[in-house]
């Protein structure tokens, strides 16, 4: 079944992905999401449906990693603005997710697809409190931190 679900993937129907893509982009930037989309990409990355795993939609504005001219005065050799962001956009979904639920943990995350104005990721986010992960072996290295 997952291989089928992955070969989907590889060439998904353009006219749901952007229907989909479209309602995503009225909604929060943070979304909590029962399911994942990509269930393969989701197990392979570690995702378990179980209590104590939250899978949240993530969306990021495209572009903008140049860092803006300085308006105030200094020396040229201080303008910096030929620098660019060193992380890239999945690093910083993560990022921002961690930021928001401070009581949940990140443990992987994948890409569900981009348009012109955004990236969407699936943040996958364990609540290491449960006692469900906390007695499974394969996440003892989650809880310990």
């Given at each position: ?42 197990r ?59 009581n ?10 981009k ?31």
């Amino acid at each position: 079944m997952y291989y089928h679900i992955k070969q989907a993937w590889k060439k998904p129907d353009k006219k749901i992905l952007r229907e989909r893509m479209i309602n995503w982009r009225k909604g929060e930037a943070f979304t909590r999401v029962e399911k994942p989309l990509r269930l393969d990409r989701a197990r392979v990355l570690g995702y378990k449906a179980k209590k104590g795993f939250v899978i949240i939609r993530v969306r990021l504005k495209r572009g903008g990693h140049k860092r803006p001219r300085p308006n105030k005065g200094r020396r040229s050799k201080r303008l910096h603005t030929r620098k660019n962001l060193k992380l890239n956009y999945q690093k910083i979904a993560e990022q921002r997710t961690a930021k928001k639920y401070r009581n949940l943990k990140v443990l992987n995350s994948y890409k569900i697809g981009k348009d012109g104005i955004n990236f969407f990721f699936e943040v996958i986010l364990v609540d290491t409190n449960r006692p469900e992960i906390k007695t499974d072996k394969q996440f003892k290295y989650l809880v310990r931190k």
